[in-house]
């Protein structure tokens, strides 16, 4: 296992505010899909797609609430 962390989510209400915020403060574009199963919509944080790295998103969805609480993480179960 190369990292304990394998995926990352970024909870939003303002879904363009935050993929803007990220892109300026990172330098980076961030991919958006719009069709996933939980029919939310996401902005992928670039990442090495072979599962080497750690990847991540900003999501905005009913079942997505930005709180306190931080993001949610994935960890890897190897």
Do not use: C, Q
Not at 28 to 50: C, G, T
Request: net charge negative; glycine share 8%.
């Amino acid at each position: 296992m190369k990292n304990a962390i394998s995926w990352f989510e970024i909870p939003a209400k303002n879904f363009e505010r935050a993929k803007k915020f990220y892109e300026t403060i990172l330098g980076i574009n961030l991919e958006v899909y719009e069709d996933s199963p939980n029919s939310s919509k996401m902005a992928i944080f670039p990442y090495d797609r072979h599962m080497e790295g750690v990847g991540g998103s900003i999501v905005e969805g009913e079942a997505y609430e930005p709180s306190h609480k931080g993001v949610l993480v994935y960890l890897n179960a190897g």
